[in-house]
């Protein structure tokens, strides 16, 4: 996209610093810059905390619970954006290692939310001296903050950006601070966007370089309102410089074991991606006609979970014709999984960019599923424009399209009408009137559009209170919990998936534990227990990644040859070897000697950590729910789509169908399933040290490491006896 | 295109290319560090070098290789990260990588030494 070239920016406030090397991962320093005072520190990391967070979301909540009190709203100067890669972050030797994590106060769920990213902001800042950026304040005025590590310099600029919108910022400023082409690879962007002032949905877009599309790419820390956060300081872009980056800037221990384990991984990819997920064709838009054969697709607000008749026109293989075939689609160097994926050349063909021949990042399978079968639209190309607006717009696709999906489904079941959103048809498929609601949401001059942008929770009360909705059923139907929207699979089906998205730290993302092949399909997890014991393994060994700077996908989207014949099934879906390859190349850059017990151990520490913060911002109310959309059919067009189906899980649930209407089946249903989600959660909280309100206890704290005077004080505050299991 | 052409029924396994190689680059003679490999499993002797395909030049990242007037897949250290994504892709695992040395990958450039001093005239540099 072409834009204007900007007029010089003021500084506003300068420091200079020296940059601290990395040793083995670490410098062992986090910046600290307040936009509002202003003022920067550079604060040492004490090996205590690295000891007991590891690094990236660790070190973001372990900064952020020493800014706030339980007191403190997310629009509040002391609320934070603490972003952290890790000890891994930024090697280039093995895929995935480019992630940063952001951790902040979110103003959808009103504690503590973190976010990842690709894109080459997290590495570009450790180069430049930093193990963690904290960001605290509010501007009084639209700024820039600029670390520019090839000159030891800390700025706050005065922007003189156009606008706050993604793509116009992040090229403006690749060009604005770059000395030529071949430098804008060097420099990294974090904007947000104008839907980040109007709605709580903001999401961050983090820049990279691409020098053979010329142009700069976006990458989302796309959850939890981290950009409606960054726009409330009046922050427009974090930008970072750092030149001329070389494979050992981590400077790690064990250069060869890096290489040997990374090429061990280049190779299998190579050799077995087109044959397993077609990764580095499609990215994980593979998964859209599978998760629409197994009923797991989310259609129409997640009242279906099929469309057989339309999955053709949004499957894997049409998104591979829109893709760009054949280039290295990493969003950090050596990410050879290259899932990254870009359609080229697109032309706009509505709003403000309308006419504009753009390169638009994704969409990813959620985005697929959200801005697609989610709100009933099956045309690929407007969901290529749906992503193009919110990232541009800086909105997260997930969030908003299990939002628009909600909003559809209100508008059919009569509670909204044109009167009501000011001329707009919103039934599900309504596709133009939708991307104009988009537009309006991104302009926030229309109260209807400014009020779906306030996500699900609060629609609800809006709903029902401005339009007189019933109340009872959007409590049914509104796919959120925790104030956050589920992401983009329809989990009612797996009992052990109810707990991988419902009993999770932050609401339901997918960010902790994909349960459902493993429950549903295998039937690998039976009992309360074996479900509890995955709740356990895979949310801590999936936190471990957040910790050190790596991406989930090359674990298990790709694996070895002989994972499924060398190992039990239940073992199968941990892929061991690749574990294996974690532990080696974590000790390889630290010089530690973990095993692959201690990875769970490293994570189970900041879990344990987050959900203390998690009590402690809600005063000893972070209470664990699921919407009844999500563990069973409301309507009866829900039950009649998979009748047989349905009354066979009736018959299991001891209720015999036979002379029940549908509504009967369904509440029948949904008591049963209700007394199992209460065993679910009772197994969980017990497997993981929690007690019966999902407190972790002191004893846990203390078994753990964590039991700082800080944090068993918020323990011992909330910990009754009469919760004790 | 330059490339190095291999005769292996000729070679008599003396190891004299791998040692021009290995100490005219890194100025030891270690295997590790030749660009040529010579593999002798018992049947079958093997000469596994660079033959110039290209294959790297897609998967680069940072767009440091690159092949150079003479049809040569080069390597710009300047530019290379030490993904090794090359040494992973390359069809017939000649991207080499050896991190006692250096971090970046390297690879035959055929400059020909190694096929100068095979007394068997098992190596030729060719230009076609």
Known sequence: MTHEKIAPMKV???????????????????????????????????????????????????????????????????????????????????????????????????????????????????????????????????????????????????????????????????????ADEGDKVNISVVSAGKAAETTLWGCLNMSFYDPRRKTARLKQAGRGGGGTVLRDKKIVALVVKYSSVKGTENNPVDLSTLQKVGVKLHKEIRDLDNVQCRMRKVG?????????????????????????????????????????????????????LACAKAVDHYEIQTGPCKGRSVTVDGPEYETVASLGSNIGVYDPLWTVEANFYADHYGVDTISLGTGLAFVCECYELGYLDKAKTNGLDLSFGSKDDLMELIHRMAEGTDDFARAVGLGIKKMKKVFAERYGADGAVLEKIGMEAQGIET?????????????????????????????????????????????????????????????????????????????????????????????????????????????????????????????????????????????????????????????????????????????????EKIEGLRGHRLEQWADLKDAVYKRRGWNKKGIPTEETLKKLGIAFPEAVAVAKKYCRPEDEF | MRWLKTYADRCIGCGKCAEVCSTTYFKENNGACSRIQVTDPGAVRTLSVCNQCGTCIAVCPTQAISRDKNGVVQIDKKKCTSCLMCVGFCPTGNMMAYAPKQSEPFKCIACGLCARSCPAQALELKND
Request: proline fraction near 6%.
């Open chain 1, 12 to 178: 506003l406030q300068e420091w200079s610093y020296v940059r601290s090397p990395i040793d083995r991962g670490y410098t062992r320093k986090a910046l600290y810059v307040n936009v509002g005072k202003p003022d920067m520190q550079i604060r040492e990391i004490p090996q205590e905390t690295i000891d007991a967070f590891t690094g990236g979301r660790g070190f973001g909540l372990a900064l952020l619970w020493n800014a706030v009190t339980e007191d403190t709203k997310w629009n509040d100067p002391e609320n934070e954006l603490v972003i952290s890669g890790g000890p891994l972050c930024g090697i280039t030797q093995y895929p995935g290692a480019g992630k940063c994590y952001t951790v902040f106060l979110s103003p959808l769920s009103e504690q503590t939310y973190d976010s990842n990213s690709g894109g080459y902001w997290g590495p570009l800042t450790k180069f430049s001296g930093f193990d963690a950026v904290e960001i605290a304040g509010k501007a009084d005025r639209d700024v820039v903050l600029f670390v520019n590590g090839d000159e030891g310099k800390i700025q706050i600029l005065e922007s003189t950006l156009p606008e706050s919108n993604a793509y116009t910022v992040t090229e403006a400023l690749h060009d604005y601070l770059a």
């Open chain 1, 487 to 663: 992401s983009e699979y329809v989990p009612k089906e797996s009992v052990a998936q109810w707990g991988g998205y419902y009993l999770t730290l932050k609401g339901p993302q997918h960010d902790e534990a994909w349960l459902i092949f493993m429950d549903m399909v295998n039937k690998q997890l039976p009992t309360f227990e074996d479900k509890a014991e995955a709740l356990h393994y895979f949310p801590n060994f999936r936190t471990w990644f957040s910790l050190v700077g790596l991406c989930k996908l090359p674990w298990n989207d790709i694996e070895p040859a002989d994972n499924h014949v060398r190992y039990r099934p239940q073992d199968a879906a941990r892929v061991p070897e690749h574990v294996q390859n974690y532990v080696d190349i974590f000790n390889a850059v630290t010089g530690k000697q973990i095993v692959k017990e201690d990875l769970i151990t490293m994570a189970e520490r900041v879990y344990n950590f987050q959900r203390l913060f998690q009590v402690r911002m809600k005063h000893g109310n972070a209470e664990h729910t699921i919407p009844a959309r999500a563990m069973g059919p409301v309507f009866p067009d829900e039950w009649d789509a998979r009748k047989e189906y349905y009354d066979d899980k009736l018959r299991e649930a001891g209720i015999a169908p036979e002379g029940l209407s549908v509504e």
């Open chain 1, 284 to 336: 994980t838009p593979h998964l859209n006609e599978i998760m629409d054969e197994y009923h797991l697709l989310p259609t129409n607000n997640y009242k279906f979970g099929q469309n057989k008749k339309d999955i053709g026109k949004i499957d894997s293989y049409t998104y591979e014709k829109i893709f760009t075939q054949g280039l290295p689609d990493g969003c950090w160097y050596g990410c050879s």
